[in-house]
């Protein structure tokens, strides 16, 4: 079955304690990306990634880092986790940068 | 920057009814592409329809279909015969490179 899954889906951590957030597609898809969704913002964009080795920085990209070494992963870091980062994280997946996106089921992040 | 304006936090329709969403976008470029997702309760993210700027006639998926006007860069959705499991969040989205969401309308369906 082609998807894109997440790992954890949830995850309750404390200030300050580094964390990563999992992501791998099925699909053979170039392109990945990070989002975060709050209450009345929609979502923004955090990273995303044309291809291996290659990251750029999406909106709200401040206090995060990602990597692509391999196709197929895109994880997320949160170095230092902060209170503000409380948030629902989505991966998505597509083909090229013109297609559409295919997302991961989320991960709620809750930071004390 | 492309910006995404979604100006209907909620919507309501009745059960069979016909409803619109709007949505508006800002670019000074000519090719890019339009989506509509839809995030029910479980918080998935689905794919509704797409619409590419290119093309003039506008994007159909069974009772879901979009009226594009490319001039007034207005982009919204029709969803016909309206069923209780439409109910849910639904967002716009543009995108060329990167992908820009709009703050979404929460969509309550009446029985």
């Known amino acids: 079955e082609a998807q894109v899954t997440q790992n954890p889906r949830y995850l309750i951590t404390v200030t300050g304690k580094k964390l990563t957030v999992t992501c791998s597609q099925n699909?053979?898809?170039?392109?990945m990306s990070w989002y975060r969704q709050d209450p009345g913002l929609g979502l923004r964009q955090i990273y995303y990634?044309?291809?291996?080795?290659?990251?750029d920085k999406g909106d709200v990209p401040e206090g995060y880092k990602v990597s692509r070494k391999e196709k197929r992963n895109f994880p997320l870091i949160l170095e230092s986790p902060s209170p503000n980062q409380t948030s629902l994280y989505f991966c998505?997946?597509?083909?090229?940068?013109?297609?559409?996106?295919?997302f991961g089921p989320g991960t709620r992040l809750t930071v004390t | 920057a492309q910006t995404v304006t979604q100006s209907q936090p909620e919507m309501s329709v009745q059960e069979a009814e016909t409803v619109t969403l709007s949505c508006t976008y800002d670019?000074?470029?000519?090719?890019?592409?339009l989506f509509w997702y839809k995030q029910p309760p479980s918080r998935q993210m689905i794919l509704v329809i797409r619409?590419?700027?290119?093309?003039?006639q506008n994007a159909t998926e069974n009772r879901f279909s979009v009226n594009f006007q490319k001039a007034a860069k207005s982009f919204s959705l029709k969803i016909s015969d309206s069923q209780l499991g439409d109910a849910a969040m639904y967002f716009c989205a543009y995108r060329r490179n990167d992908m820009r969401f709009g703050a979404g309308t929460r969509l309550t369906v009446k029985p």
């Open positions: 670019t000074s470029e000519s090719d890019y592409y």
């Open positions: 699909m053979n898809h170039e392109y």
């Open positions: 998505a997946s597509s083909f090229r940068d013109d297609y559409e996106q295919y």
């Open positions: 619409q590419e700027a290119y093309k003039q």
């Open positions: 990634s044309m291809n291996v080795e290659v990251t």
